[in-house]
T-cell receptor
């Protein structure tokens, strides 16, 4: 069935270091891959996304890469700051006609000052 | 532009009761999706509405239902509440619900069933 695996489940980095979160999807029909950041007591916030016709996308300190052949996509955060501490979710659009996302299980990122 | 608004933010209900949650999407957005978030199961898709029609439903029992109004506002209802229904219920708004369109989440409604 449809599945998105996300690793690691927790990640601690020193302030200023880089963080990488990886996801693997199963549905070859997925064509859109958003990343969400969720802070305590808040709803998920869309931080970056990538479509299947693009291999990489960057927005300041955040970048996402997509390998369609391997069905992998990754989030890269450079120069991490304490305010980057949150839970990050990857997602993949489900097959055509289903209008939903399949979410990964989340990565709790802690940036240590 | 105002974001997605969910009301109420918090609810405490007793087993067996029913509950209705509300979601107002971003102005101009016509698709509303609902997700249940729990520590054990993560984010699970409930259903999606577009132009007052349910286009997709997740694997939840019939006690979970929803509807959408002509102004795109949506409600979801859970009847005969069970302890396991305690969760954060999130609504996501998108322009047309196309699977490659950005979706924006509200703050959620935290439901506790006692």
């Amino acid at each position: 069935g449809e599945n998105v695996e996300q690793h690691p489940s927790t990640l601690s980095v020193q302030e200023g270091d880089s963080a990488v979160i990886k996801c693997t999807y199963s549905d070859s029909a997925s064509n859109y891959f958003p990343w969400y950041k969720q802070e305590l007591g808040k709803g998920p916030q869309l931080i970056i996304d990538i479509r299947s016709n693009v291999g990489e996308k960057k927005d300041q300190r955040i970048a996402v890469t997509l390998n369609k052949t391997a069905k992998h996509f990754s989030l890269h955060i450079t120069e991490t700051q304490p305010e980057d501490s949150a839970v990050y979710f990857c997602a993949a659009s489900s097959g055509s006609g289903t209008y939903k996302y399949i979410f990964g299980t989340g990565t709790r990122l802690k940036v240590l000052a | 532009k105002a974001g997605v608004t969910q009301t109420p933010r918090y609810l405490i209900k007793t087993r067996g009761q029913q509950v209705t949650l509300s979601c107002s999407p971003i102005s101009g957005h016509r698709s509303v999706s609902w997700y249940q978030q729990t520590p054990g199961q993560g984010l699970q898709f409930l259903f999606e509405y577009f132009s007052e029609t349910q286009r997709n439903k997740g694997n939840f029992p019939g006690r979970f239902s929803g509807r959408q109004f002509s102004n795109s506002r949506s409600e979801m209802n859970v009847s005969t509440l069970e302890l396991g229904d305690s969760a954060l219920y999130l609504c996501a708004s998108s322009l047309n619900g196309d699977r490659s369109t950005e979706a924006f989440f509200g703050q959620g409604t935290r439901l506790t069933v006692v």
